[in-house]
């Protein structure tokens, strides 16, 4: 889904729950779990729009230094890994480190199919 459609979707719900509030649509009046969801999407989408959301949104930059929000983001469809840029490596790195299951599935698969460590790789 493109990351536009997916961000309109998910900020229609969030005004849907506020039809009572009139005025302006604030991205700071989302909920922290909302900008979670976004920001993981972006993640995923894109190393570079991830580091530009943590830049252009104070709120997102707040999210991301959570270690809940490394432990919980969806690594599979993660695209800029075949680049293995430095920006990439730190970010799936710190995945790794804090316990997320689709890391550690990938960092197995890896050094299993690809290294060849068959120990390692269980």
Not at 49 to 66: D, L, M, Q
Not at 83 to 91: L, P
Request: some cysteine.
């Amino acid at each position: 889904m493109n990351i536009s459609i997916y961000l309109i979707k998910l900020i229609s719900l969030h005004l849907l729950e506020k039809r009572n509030s009139p005025g302006n649509f604030n991205l700071a009046s989302l909920p922290p779990s909302m900008l979670h969801k976004i920001l993981s999407k972006v993640a995923t989408t894109s190393i570079w729009g991830f580091g530009s959301a943590r830049v252009g949104f104070p709120g997102f930059n707040t999210i991301c230094k959570e270690d809940h929000f490394y432990k919980s983001v969806d690594l599979i469809f993660l695209n800029d890994w075949i680049d293995e840029v430095n920006a990439v490596i730190t970010f799936r790195l710190r995945c790794y480190q804090l316990g997320n299951p689709e890391a550690i599935y990938l960092r197995g698969m890896y050094e299993y199919f690809i290294l060849h460590l068959l120990d390692e790789g269980r």
